[in-house]
Every structure is written in C-alpha cells, then in structure tokens.
C-alpha cells in the first residue's frame, strides 16, 4: 500500500485550486531495482557494459561459429538496450513521475512540469488489463500482466497511467472505487427519473439496457452482467451464450455501469 508523499508545489497549487482535499496515496514508477540517485550514473555505466559484452559476444559467435548462435544474444542485447531506455533509472523524467491520489481527484506529475488533473465526480475512465500467457501443450500458463487506465477530463484531455507505476493491483481499484463513490448515485437517480444513460456501447434507463446491435433487453430478462476475459457480457435468462459482448476497455467508469445496472435487473 502506498503512502502519500509529498507532490510537487506546481502539483500541490493546482490540485488546491481544484478543490482535492486530503493527499491520501501516492504511487511512483515501478523499478527493476531500487537505485538510489547518487549510485543512478553507476547503474547506467554497468548496464551499458554488460549489454556491449553481451553484444560483443554474439558478433563473435555470428562470424566464427554460426548466424544462429549469434543471433540469440544479440537477440537479447536489442531487448536489453529498450529495457533500459524505458527504465525509471535510466531515464530521470520517468523516475520523477508521481501518482497522486487525494480525497476529491486525481493528480498525474508526468515530470517536466506536465500535470494531468482530475475530479472523481467529472473523470471518465477507461481500463484496459492484458495477462500474457505461455502455452505449451495445451497448458496456459500466465506469466505477465499489464495495465493501463485512461483518465479524461470534462475538457477532453487525457493522461495514460499504466502498470509502469508500481502496483496497479492496488491504485487500479482505489480509482475506480473513488469514482463510483462519487457518481453512482447521481447516475442511479438519472435512471429512476426515466432518463437513458450511454457507456460505452450499452445504454441504460428504467426499461433495460440496449446495444445498437442488439436493440433493447428488458431488465427482467437479465439473468446477470459479468465480466471475464476481458469482456462485459449480458446474458439473458434461458440463453446459454451471452446476449451481448463488448470489450472492458470501451466501458467507461466500469465499476459505476455495473453498480447500477446490479439494482435494475434480477
């Protein structure tokens, strides 16, 4: 769990002037290995040499052995130099960055003087998770999973935060949590007073919810709304495939469409 930390005074004047309230969480990059500032030059130094000899040593196996056994560390050297390119130890404007989560809004320090900031009751917020899995013989084995959230404001700016902030299984659901705290109810009392609501591709009012695809289920067909493989899936009672499908990544505010649509059918 993180802690807050201290934001930037740019970072601190503006998220005062939105009106943030308390500085409740603070998230920084997530780093391969924990390199103090003053040993940062050491770091890049040995890294730069382990990938020459790396790269050194394939050059020799591809002239005086065989392509095919050069190709592999040089393979790895390639792979190497972009990991370290896109390190938080690497590059300094990276390591700055800062995830700032406060009591009424969120606050992004992209670094260079770049903010990104925005209130809980006006975000829009789209989710994306990616689990890279090994297959061999049939078996799936997970090995990787990445994220990234994008957050819009009412002005149409945007800022990316993805899984290179370190622990995204816990500042993912804090954001969406946040959110919902602060436009559930408004969206629930929108509904009941018979207005529709759009997320996404899915609509909702007092009636049911409607895809353009599908046209409109009314709510006591519903038998549940999930989500698994990536996707949002309606399914109606009786029918064993779902009624529709759309991608987690095009439902804006996730956690609010399936809050409130969890009290319409059933």
């Keep these: 769990m993180s802690v807050p930390t201290s934001p930037s005074p740019e970072a601190a004047q503006l998220a005062s002037r939105r009106g943030f309230g308390r500085l409740e969480h603070t998230f920084l990059p997530s780093k391969e290995l924990n390199v103090q500032e003053k040993y940062r030059g050491l770091f890049i130094a040995a890294s730069l040499t382990g990938i020459a ?14 392509w095919w056994m050069g190709a592999y560390p040089l393979f790895l050297s390639v792979l190497s130099i972009g990991a370290l390119f896109n390190s938080p130890n690497f590059r300094k404007r990276l390591g700055s960055q800062r995830l700032h989560l406060f009591e009424r809004g969120l606050l992004v320090d992209m670094g260079a003087g770049k903010l990104f900031a925005v209130r809980w009751d006006q975000a ?13 013989k049939g078996t799936k084995t997970p090995y990787n999973t990445t994220h990234t959230s994008t957050l ?19 500042w993912l659901p804090l954001i969406s949590e946040a959110i919902t705290r602060a436009q559930a109810q408004k969206v629930w009392e929108a509904v009941r007073e018979g ?12 009636t049911g919810i409607s895809t353009e695809r599908e046209g409109t289920l009314p709510w006591p067909a519903v038998a549940t709304i999930d989500v698994g493989g990536g996707f949002v899936a309606v399914r109606q009672h009786g029918q064993p495939k779902a009624w529709a499908l759309a991608k987690v990544e095009t439902v804006p505010n996730l956690l609010v469409f399936l809050t409130v649509t969890s009290n319409l059918y059933g």
């Design 152 to 170: 819009v404001a009412p002005n149409g700016t945007r800022a990316e935060i993805s899984s290179r902030f370190a622990d995204f299984g816990t």
């Design 124 to 136: 829009v917020h789209y989710q994306e998770t990616v689990q890279e899995v090994i297959v061999y």
């Design 53 to 66: 000899c790396l790269a050194t040593g394939g050059i020799l196996l591809w002239v005086y052995t065989s």
């Design 195 to 206: 207005q529709k609501v759009s997320h996404g591709p899915f609509s909702v009012d007092a």
